[in-house]
Nanobody
């Protein structure tokens, strides 16, 4: 089992930047593909970005491509989400998740463990 704790959320103005971190403990971090999802109030959880076990493979949702970048540091058991050029529609609770799948998954159902989430609010 793995425990995930997100941090780095907060309030930022439109056009600003934030970097989210997700620290993992428990089983070997490099055994997991990692993903970021978000859920805005009244909406379903949606995929944001994911990264393979070694960090060599990444995928991003079209809505964040070119603005957000996922990365990981297996030595620190941490996955990051660098968010630039933030927009009000990026406001949501952001969750990190871990998957034992070999292929980097974009579906929430493919993830085995979830963090508690961190709030990101972008003011206009």
């Amino acid at each position: 089992q793995v425990q995930l704790v997100e941090s780095g959320g907060g309030l930022v103005q439109t056009g600003g930047s934030l970097r989210l971190s997700c620290a993992a403990s428990g089983r070997t971090f490099s055994s997991y593909a990692m993903g970021w999802f978000r859920q805005a109030a009244g909406k379903e959880r949606e995929f944001v970005a994911a990264i393979g076990r070694s960090g060599g493979s990444t995928t991003h949702a079209d809505s964040v491509k070119g603005r957000f970048t996922i990365s990981r540091d297996n030595a620190k058991n941490t996955v990051y989400l660098q968010m630039n050029s933030l927009k009000p529609e990026d406001t949501a609770v952001y969750y990190c998740a871990a998957s034992l799948r070999v292929v980097v998954p974009r579906s929430a159902s493919a993830y085995d463990y979830w963090g508690q989430g961190t709030q990101v609010t972008v003011s206009s």
